[in-house]
């Protein structure tokens, strides 16, 4: 099982950049999956998330910015991000949980399962 994600970088305040995760050896179709980030000194949070159910969820700070969406027959997690400011500033992480019972926001704010994998992330530096 693995998790490779793509599309970080460096933007200025207003900017886009739009996320890419990959899932491979996933034998369910559809797992809860989604994007989580990390802020220097911060701890993980929810971004946006597509459950097994199909229910998207975001985080209030990126609503009407950011629109996650996905491709099951390819295992593929798009996150494109506009307006870009420097509070978005993190390293973006792809998460998927075939395992999980949490659904909606729920899962969004509780994020995979501690044996669910991830990637290494992707870095977004938003610059004023």
């Known amino acids: 099982v693995q998790v490779v994600e793509s599309g970080g970088g460096s933007v200025e305040t207003g900017g886009s950049l739009t996320l890419t995760c990959v899932l491979s050896?996933?034998?369910?179709?559809?797992?809860?999956m989604g994007w989580f980030r990390q802020a220097p000194g911060k701890a993980r949070e929810g971004v946006a998330t597509?459950?097994?159910?199909?229910?998207?969820e975001y985080a209030d700070s990126v609503q009407g910015r950011f629109t996650i969406s996905a491709d099951n027959s390819k295992n593929t997690l798009w996150l494109p991000m506009n307006s870009l400011n420097t509070e978005h500033t993190a390293l973006y992480s792809c998460?998927?949980?075939?395992?999980?019972?949490?659904?909606?926001?729920?899962?969004?704010?509780?994020?995979?399962?501690?044996?669910?994998?991830w990637g290494q992330g992707t870095q977004v530096t938003v610059s004023s």
């Open positions: 050896g996933f034998t369910s179709n559809h797992p809860s």
């Open positions: 998460g998927a949980d075939p395992w999980t019972r949490l659904r909606g926001r729920a899962f969004l704010l509780g994020g995979p399962g501690e044996f669910a994998p």
């Open positions: 597509s459950d097994a159910d199909g229910d998207i």
